[in-house]
């Protein structure tokens, strides 16, 4: 899929074909697809160009060019293309390759084959994410860059050698957010949540009431405070911090941004307080950040 601008109105739940088993899709324009959306397939993608925040269910992070993460059946989630990405005059390019397997295409092919019933391994992978770490990046990286040019068998094959890969744990996944998560969200939730995840990176570097995203969600705040923290497993505040804190670490890539402007530049208004978020997200203070990074 080759669009300019990678936007189209999809609902929560990505529909799927029932006959596919392996799909490949290729990604590439201004930004990425930036809805919280779901799907059962396994996904596996490889970040080609562009950075942005990765949030899945109960994880705040980013994603930078060369990154491989591992989705597993109806995981949460969003690559969202930091704001630079989407101004209109842009020449910035986000391009992502992924392939996504979808077990129950084949079945019951699963448990009857022999050689197959490895692949139920797979299953314990759903409602989960992962980011692929280590030396084993670089090799699944060229395996997935290669998955363009091949068809029908071969193609087959590929995708079931990278599959063998993970589920014999040649793979250093490394988990991203929480294990808790098994049910997926239902299409009412998962639209509520988008708009509310929406509204809260639309706004993460101004001042957020949470009568303003209770409002979003159509709910009283001691029941969005409750609906929140059940598909997160974050309070509001704890999850515009960690977003925010984010966000301070890439800037503080930056050696001509000083600490207190970029506090102020995430949306903290007491740089005192933005401290005692960063060390508590990080274990260091941004100083201490800025040098172990650089």
């Known amino acids: 899929m080759n669009n300019k601008t990678l936007?189209?109105?999809?609902?929560?739940?990505i529909p799927k074909s029932d006959k596919e088993f392996i799909r490949f899709q290729e990604d590439e324009g201004a930004h990425f697809y930036d809805r919280?959306?779901?799907?059962?397939?396994?996904?596996l993608t490889l970040i080609r160009k562009g950075h942005g925040q990765f949030l899945s269910r109960g994880y705040v992070g980013r994603f930078k060019q060369g990154d491989v993460f591992l989705l597993g059946?109806?995981?949460?989630?969003?690559?969202?293309?930091?704001?630079?990405?989407?101004?209109?005059?842009?020449?910035?390019?986000?391009?992502?390759?992924?392939?996504?397997f979808d077990?129950?295409?084949?079945?019951?092919?699963?448990?009857?084959v022999e050689d197959l019933k490895s692949m139920i391994e797979l299953h314990r992978f759903a409602g989960k994410s992962f980011q692929i770490a280590g030396g084993d990046k670089y090799s699944l990286s060229g395996k997935i860059n290669q998955f363009k040019s091949f068809?029908?068998?071969?193609?087959?094959?590929?995708?079931?050698?990278?599959l063998d890969d993970i589920i014999s744990d040649k793979t250093e996944l490394v988990p991203l957010g929480l294990d808790e998560f098994s049910a997926q969200l239902s299409e009412k939730d998962g639209q509520r949540m988008n708009l509310v995840i929406q509204y809260i990176l639309e706004n993460q570097f101004s001042p957020i009431s949470l009568d303003e995203v209770a409002n979003i969600a159509n709910l009283s705040k001691e029941a969005f405070c409750r609906f929140f923290k059940?598909?997160?497993?974050m309070t509001f505040t704890q999850y515009l911090n960690q977003l925010r804190v984010m966000e301070a670490k890439k800037l503080l890539e930056n050696p001509n941004l000083g600490v207190t402007q970029i506090a102020f530049q995430v949306g903290y208004e007491n740089v005192s307080y933005f401290h005692r978020m960063f060390k508590k997200f990080t274990g260091y203070t941004p100083n201490k950040w800025r040098r172990v990074s650089s």
């Open 230 to 233: 059940e598909r997160t497993r």
């Open 36 to 43: 919280l959306h779901q799907h059962p397939e396994i996904q």
């Open 151 to 162: 068809k029908g068998l071969r193609r087959m094959s590929a995708g079931l050698e990278i």
């Open 103 to 112: 077990l129950a295409a084949l079945k019951t092919t699963i448990q009857e």
């Open 73 to 100: 059946e109806n995981v949460p989630h969003v690559f969202r293309s930091d704001p630079e990405f989407f101004e209109p005059s842009t020449k910035l390019i986000s391009h992502g390759i992924s392939i996504f």
């Open 7 to 13: 936007i189209k109105v999809v609902p929560f739940q």
